[in-house]
């Protein structure tokens, strides 16, 4: 599969990364506005929580992401770590990822593609992926990946402004879902501090 990066993916990507064998994250993709490039949907007692990666140059560029940097003048990562933390505490599977990923929010990479590949390998083993990365593919390869049995080359349809009407395949209980109702398709991270990275990989194998 060829496809796009996203910041701890929604859990729609994460189904369709989760039955690939080989996955190749395009590097040379333009960087666009609006996406889950560089944002994703966390769920508060008040309802989704956007968070969004500052990005040098700002937001309307179309320069390949590979050479997008991130931009440090606010302490965004401390405010994601705390937003993350916040909306999740309670939730049952919180505490055991808690360590590994406050190590990810703890790393300052100067480009965004290496923060992106460390949420990704984070997400990869929690939830036991077994697909391999691909860092560099020729023309055979790239027919190899865009085979009929391939998923071929994904463009992924939700976006931050429309990502809660895709239907996930596995509802699961949510941390706030008794006063704001549930909402699908948000990031991987939810599912994954409500049910653990055991039932997802069970869930996700069937």
Known sequence: MITDYQYFGSICFMELLYKEKE???????????????????ILSAQGPLHLTIPIVGGRDQKTAIKDISIAYDAPWQA?????????YKRAPYFEYYETDLENVYSTKNEMLVDFLDNCHQFIKTAIKGKWQIVQQIDANQENTLL?????????VPWQPNNFSTF???HPYQQVFESSIGFIPNVSILDWLFCCGGKVISTQLSE
């Open 23 to 41: 996955v190749f994250f395009d590097r040379e993709a333009p960087f666009s506005k609006m996406s889950f490039k560089n944002r994703m949907v």
């Open 147 to 155: 085979a009929p049995q391939h998923n071929q080359q994904v463009k």
């Open 167 to 169: 239907a996930i395949q």
């Open 79 to 87: 405010q994601h770590w705390k937003a993350i933390k916040t909306c």
